[in-house]
């Protein structure tokens, strides 16, 4: 991130020069600044992200915040507009900084059926909001999304796209109502989770979406399969998904997301592959994610089910 881009977003937020620190984004453009680093300033690029879109997602949530959901809060930058243009085409946001650590697998303090049940009921909560929320500027649909605009470059075996081809048939025939769809998060791994003295919070909705809510349910389950090995897949993932659709009944008891979740499941794994496929850096993969890919597009061509949920 060019650091002059920098200076001027500090000066407009009237914060000292060095008060800042680099805390990621994809492009190095998300910052905490300020007096005790209490804010959370991410800079953009007008071509990659549009103002609209993010505008979207910064409306979407503050309607979350005020039920009392707890994601990030947008900051309207010196009490005017969430958005602020920088030049060349560039503009900043601001949120409140989540105070809270990342969840680790591998801690069993963690990572265990309070935070499993939690997490359902907070994806719930997000979409029975959305049930009841009307947006001032447009989120993209299901298939208004980069990846299957461009799909006709992705280098597939012919066995794959022919499965894209049934998928994107079927998707258009399937039921929209707004019990079943609606605004998603679109990305609720547990990377995407902050926790707090037992109080679990949601960040990045960059890939908010129109799309099944099954389909939601189906990114964690998939995600969440893979922070165990395979030998022990199917039953972790089995108890971990009883104990979330636990929660998740409780934070959105309108919506029955159970009679679509496998299907979703294999949707993921495809668009999973297909995405790394496309945009993934070939010459910079290690041997385990070069491996790992192969594998993908083995057990697809053999269509073999990624997990094979026993719901009711």
């Known amino acids: 991130m060019d650091q002059q881009l920098i200076e001027q977003v500090l000066a407009m937020l009237q914060i000292e020069s060095t008060d800042y620190r680099l805390i990621g984004g994809y492009c190095s453009n998300v910052f905490e600044v300020g007096a005790g680093r209490k804010l959370i300033v991410k800079i953009l690029d007008n071509a990659v992200a549009l103002e609209t ?38 503009y900043f946001i601001v949120y409140n900084k989540i105070d809270g650590l990342p969840v680790n697998p591998a801690s069993k303090e963690m990572w265990n059926a309070r935070l499993f049940e939690r997490w359902g009921e907070l994806l719930g909560q997000i979409h029975a909001a959305s049930q009841a929320y009307t947006a001032n500027h447009v989120f993209p649909k299901w298939n208004e999304s980069k990846m299957l605009l461009q799909l006709e470059q992705a ?3 012919p066995h794959l796209a022919g499965k894209w081809l049934r998928y ?114 070939k010459s910079q993969l290690s041997r385990q994610q070069a491996e790992y890919l192969q594998a993908m597009e083995a057990s697809l061509l053999k269509d073999e089910p990624y997990l094979n949920l026993i719901l009711s």
């Open 53 to 90: 879109s993010t505008l979207a997602e910064m409306e979407w949530l503050a309607c979350l915040c005020s039920q009392g959901i707890h994601v990030p809060r947008p900051v309207r930058i010196l009490g005017q507009d969430y958005i602020k243009r920088i030049n060349n085409g560039f």
């Open 155 to 157: 280098e597939l075996h």
């Open 168 to 281: 994107v048939d079927e998707l258009n025939q399937m039921k929209v109502s707004t019990d079943r769809f609606g605004l998603i998060h679109g990305d609720l791994h547990h990377g995407n989770l902050l926790i707090n003295d037992n109080v679990l919070s949601v960040i990045d909705f960059g890939d908010c979406e129109y799309h099944w809510y099954a389909y939601d349910v189906a990114i964690v389950m998939y995600h969440t399969a893979q922070t165990v090995g395979k030998s022990e897949r199917e039953q972790f993932i089995q108890a971990f998904c009883n104990y979330f659709m636990k929660g998740y009944v409780r934070g959105n008891p309108g919506t029955d997301v159970v009679q679509d979740l496998n299907y979703f499941i294999q949707y993921r794994h495809l668009y999973s592959f297909t995405y790394h496929m496309m945009y993934a850096d």
